[in-house]
């Protein structure tokens, strides 16, 4: 299979999951642990977040067959899912170049830089995407951004944005676990409705993800 | 006597109910401390929510009854204390958890328990904070140790968080201590493997038997006790000696030894590094550490790096027995720059710190140059879109003015910090905001405002309150009642509606099985003596107004008690109403920003010169509406398609 692999120097594997308070981004590590702790993995997860506000910049990491510390080191991480651009951008640290980056596009704008600008104090306002994207792309090798809410609308509900990013992870067969095997071992037993749309927008990251993939090993001539 | 009852129920609800040893489960910290109290047999458990403990508590609101746990939440982290290790002389094995700050507020009981000893075992869980992620300081809880004779374990995973907590129940019965286990942000709020062990087929006996010289600490027992205490504690030292909780791996000559979740941390890095024939890794699990640990551990490395947060606290330990048994082995760690004095660490501190240590080449020599990203946006916590607080703090500094001082309190309220609110100008602990305002105002003969919620004002406003009226301070205190302890994570309040199972907090009625009971703020106030007393609800602008105005100018304390619902807590109970969709009409809108000035609503967007409302944050409160002078927050039309 040539897809682009999360690889690691070490054993097993480094997810970080980076979003804003809302998004699902707690949800989807949590549905993460899930899937491979019962696939017989060994699985430590940590969290990020401020106080019970939502909107907060929240960081989430998934370790699997990794050890036992619950923090991903400067550089470590195998893939990054990033819900938002800024808060992709915040984890930059833990980025290598042999680390993919999936990226959701569409920006949540902290109400403070609108707010702020109004009042014409201080504040830097929010960065261009395509910035941010360069930077990233100096660090990480793969990094691969569309707009991944758009996809979650699509598919009935931007709720849905976390089986997105999801798919976009388990599409690209990094890890040892297929997506119709994630799809059977967590979305399948769904009640209808909800099945639906988390099967629409889990798929539509999974196949995004094996398009870019493929162009991306098209393009390094292999 | 281990008294025989079912307690492993058929179709357990909740995960850590299965009695099936040996599997093996991701499970969160906190939850993980639940587990291992209940394969102790534990049977009572109280608890004042505070992050990171909070789970601890919520996650026994969910299975106590089911469990056949006594389970309360209570007014305060004293309160928890004392209620436990009452129920503990009834033979009962008994827990109650807090955050680090609760575990000061609980000192005075919690100073005299180890002279009066425990029946049943007892375990505190005062879970820290380190770099105070979610509180007003950081501190170190293992000082209680030394201090006042308390056991303190210090678990670095989930795993070692359940294997702990299972064992100290015994072990605190053996020794008659009441024991403290002391995670961290980290530990408590990380998944990780643990395995399952059996959960017990019985429990501790239950009786009272009368013996005052025993549980009475006036000084000729207390004398008494505090002899046997210096034994008990010895006893404990060697027990723990005997105990799992000091494994040592590796075989190198330079020692590291390391406590927390350091542990973790620095036990990852040899992994990854491949360190272990340089290194040998001693993990501190316990508190008093026994002697006879140290002196073969530092008989068998020519050196040894310190790794853990907080402070020096085994640093110093080490670096003591050391010199009592004249074992001349260097010591790195805070105390020699190794390690900073303050905040937690992180793998790459540590990773940094062993390398520099071991000789090896530095971490920053070999990554790769971060390019330099633009200026990224902070998202601070603020208040919710339509938190009734807002809609408080907005009128209450529209009559008390910019000259007035706001004493504030601990709960979300706190968010009242800064601009554009304002009304926050000293903060100190739960409780504070009402003896500040009375100290403010009898200073300065100027009348303060004080501003605490619910929760806060039952678990220690109450006695300030008291103190305020004596004194005949001129005191404006605000109670923001929202009928829930919002800031932890929504626990039931003494005002929530427990009556109805559905509108209680999301883990359910504060003492299991019992109160129903929905407690009145007024009544409370009343009862005390204050005369001035006014029920209002923030979000009807001219009985505030009026209210405020009439607090203001009265004399002496007087209390407004403010009555919205947390708007967070409605919304997950699926209580609130249709919301009307609001939207600010361009045409109107002049761009005078006001709205954003007084408010600081983040469902308010500004973009481009243009004030809109997001309708995905937008709860449709219509506090801006109020505040708006051109009318240009309105309903939006629906059209039937
Ligand atoms: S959680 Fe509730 S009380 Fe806290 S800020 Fe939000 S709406 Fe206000
Ligand atoms: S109505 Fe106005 S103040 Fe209330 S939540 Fe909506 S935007 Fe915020």
Redesign the pocket.
């Known amino acids: 299979m040539s897809s682009p692999k999360c690889e690691s120097d070490a054993k097993g594997w480094r997810i970080l999951i980076a979003g804003t308070g809302g998004q699902g981004a707690l949800t989807a590590a949590r549905v993460l642990c899930g899937v491979f702790v019962r696939r017989g993995h060994d699985v430590v997860s940590g969290q990020l977040h401020g106080m019970?506000?939502?909107g907060g910049s929240v960081q989430s990491s998934v370790l699997i067959d990794t050890g036992i510390s619950p923090v991903i080191g400067a550089g470590q991480a195998d893939c990054v899912l990033g819900f938002e651009p800024v808060e992709t951008a915040r984890a930059l640290s833990l980025m290598s170049k042999n680390t993919t980056v999936y990226m959701n596009t569409c920006a949540v704008v902290p109400f403070v830089v609108g707010q702020q600008l109004a009042l014409t104090r201080a504040g830097a306002g929010y960065p261009a995407v395509k910035d941010l994207i360069d930077c990233l792309k100096k660090v990480a090798q793969r990094v691969f951004s569309f707009d991944a809410m758009q996809r979650a609308f699509d598919a009935g509900s931007p709720k849905a944005l976390n089986m997105v990013m999801l798919g976009c992870l388990l599409g690209s067969e990094a890890l040892p676990c297929t997506a119709d095997e994630f799809w059977t071992t967590t979305l399948k037993t769904m009640p209808s409705k909800l099945k639906q749309i988390n099967t629409a927008a889990f798929f539509a990251g999974v196949e995004w993800a094996r398009e870019v993939g493929n162009a991306a090993v098209e393009a390094s001539g292999s | 006597m281990r008294e025989e009852a079912t307690f492993v129920s058929a179709a357990p609800t909740h995960e850590i109910l299965q009695d099936s040893p040996g599997t093996r489960l991701c499970l969160l910290g906190n939850v993980a401390i639940a587990r291992g109290a209940l394969e102790a047999g534990v049977q009572f458990f109280s608890c004042y929510p505070g992050t990171p403990s909070s789970e601890v508590g919520d996650t026994f609101a969910r299975i106590a009854e089911e469990a056949g746990v006594k389970f309360e939440y209570s007014v305060n982290e004293k309160i928890a204390v004392e209620v436990a290790f009452a129920a503990c002389l009834t033979g009962a094995r008994s827990m109650c958890s807090m955050k680090h700050l609760g575990l000061n507020y609980a000192n005075d009981p919690i100073s005299t328990m180890p002279y009066v000893g425990v029946e049943g075992g007892m375990v505190i869980v005062s879970a820290g904070d380190p770099s105070a992620i979610t509180s007003p300081n950081e501190q170190d809880q293992r000082h209680f140790c030394k201090f006042l004779y308390y056991p303190v374990f210090d678990p670095g995973t989930p795993d070692d968080a359940l294997r702990t907590t299972r064992y100290a129940f015994a072990f605190s019965e053996q020794t008659r201590l009441p024991v403290i286990i002391r995670p961290t942000t980290r530990v408590c709020h990380s998944s990780g493997m643990v395995t399952l062990g059996k959960l017990p087929g019985g429990r501790n006996e239950i009786h009272f038997d009368k013996d005052p010289s025993r549980y009475v600490p006036i000084p000729i027992n207390a004398r008494r006790m505090r002899k046997e205490l210096t034994e008990r504690f010895e006893l404990a030292s060697t027990l723990l000696r005997e105990s799992d909780f000091y494994p040592r791996r590796g075989e190198g000559r330079h020692g590291i030894m390391a406590s927390g979740v350091s542990y973790a941390y620095a036990s990852q890095i040899l992994d990854d590094l491949g360190l272990w024939d340089q290194v040998t890794l001693q993990q501190i699990g316990a508190y008093p550490i026994p002697e006879s640990i140290l002196r073969d551990f530092l008989g068998a490395v020519d050196s040894v790096l310190l790794v853990e947060e907080l402070t020096p606290y085994m640093e110093d330990w080490v670096a003591e027995a050391a010199s009592r048994a004249a074992q001349q082995v260097p010591l790195f760690g805070k105390r020699t720059g190794h390690f900073p004095m303050e905040f937690e660490y992180s793998p790459d501190l540590v990773e940094d710190a062993v390398r520099q240590y071991l000789g090896m080449t530095s971490r920053s020599s070999l990554s790769v140059d971060v390019p330099e990203l633009p200026e990224l946006p902070p998202r601070p916590p603020?208040?919710?879109?339509?938190?009734?607080?807002?809609a408080a703090y907005y009128l209450v500094r529209k009559v008390f003015g910019k000259n007035t001082t706001y004493c504030n309190d601990i709960?979300?309220?706190t968010?009242g910090y800064g601009e554009p609110l304002n009304v926050c100008d000293v903060l100190l602990c739960m409780g504070a905001s009402i003896t500040q305002a009375s100290g403010i105002a009898r200073m300065t003969g100027k009348r303060t405002v004080a501003c605490l919620?619910d929760s806060t004002f039952f678990h220690s406003g109450l006695p300030a309150l008291a103190n305020a009226l004596q004194a005949r301070d001129d005191v404006t205190v605000i109670i923001?009642d929202?009928f829930?302890t919002?800031?932890t994570g929504?626990q039931p309040s003494l005002t929530s509606n427990r009556g109805d199972r559905g509108s209680a907090g999301r883990h359910g009625p504060s003492v299991s099985g019992i109160s129903k009971m929905r407690f009145s703020i007024e009544g409370v106030v009343r009862g005390l003596g204050v005369q001035d007393i006014y029920s209002v609800d923030p979000y009807d602008e001219a009985a505030m107004t009026e209210a405020l105005k009439q607090a203001k100018s009265a004399e002496g304390v007087n209390v407004l008690v403010c009555h919205s619902?947390?708007?967070?807590?409605e919304r997950r109970l699926g209580h609130h109403q249709e919301r009307v969709p609001l939207r600010i009409n361009v045409d109107k809108c002049n761009g005078c920003s006001l709205c954003v000035r007084l408010l600081g609503c983040p469902g308010i967007l500004v973009s481009g010169g243009h004030y809109m409302i997001d309708d995905e944050l937008c709860v449709g409160c219509g506090l801006c509406a109020n505040v708006c002078k051109h009318d240009a927050v309105e309903p939006i039309a629906v059209e039937k398609i």
């Open positions: 019970a506000q939502r | 603020v208040l919710c879109p339509g938190c009734p607080h807002r709960g979300c309220y968010l919620g923001l929202n829930i919002a800031m929504f619902p947390c708007m967070v807590n």
